[in-house]
């Protein structure tokens, strides 16, 4: 069983940063794919961006540039670094893994966390 759980959400100004971090707990966690999402007021959830154990990163092009996804293994820890915030990214941010990174890729994590508010406004 894998437990995540977020940190780091608040309110921010447009074009400032924030940096979520989600902690990860339970066995061989740092062998699996390790995820961000989001999801908006009235809209789906959508995928952010992925790390594999590896260290391989991949990003949804409405973050590429602005956001990046890392992890320290040695403590089962992912991070999100997001710059240059803009209003359309206040959302919920949802952690997610699994055993297969593919299944963040395409919406079907084994493990969710219970998610972190980030607000971006004036």
């Known amino acids: 069983q894998v437990q995540l759980v977020e940190s780091g959400g608040g309110l921010v100004q447009p074009g400032g940063s924030l940096r979520l971090s989600c902690a990860a707990s339970?066995?061989?966690?740092?062998?699996?794919?390790m995820g961000w999402y989001r999801q908006a007021p009235g809209k789906q959830r959508e995928w952010v961006a992925t790390?594999?154990?590896?260290?391989?990163?991949n990003y949804a092009d409405s973050v590429k540039g602005r956001f990046t996804i890392s992890r320290d293994n040695a403590k089962n820890t992912v991070f999100l670094q997001m710059n240059s915030l803009k209003p359309e990214d206040t959302a919920v941010y949802y952690c997610?893994?699994?055993?297969?990174?593919?299944?963040?890729?395409?919406?079907?994590?084994?493990?969710w966390g219970q998610g972190t508010q980030v607000t971006v406004s004036s």
């Open positions: 790390i594999t154990s590896g260290g391989r990163t």
């Open positions: 997610a893994a699994d055993p297969q990174t593919r299944k963040l890729q395409i919406g079907s994590p084994g493990y």
């Open positions: 339970g066995s061989a966690v740092s062998t699996y794919g």
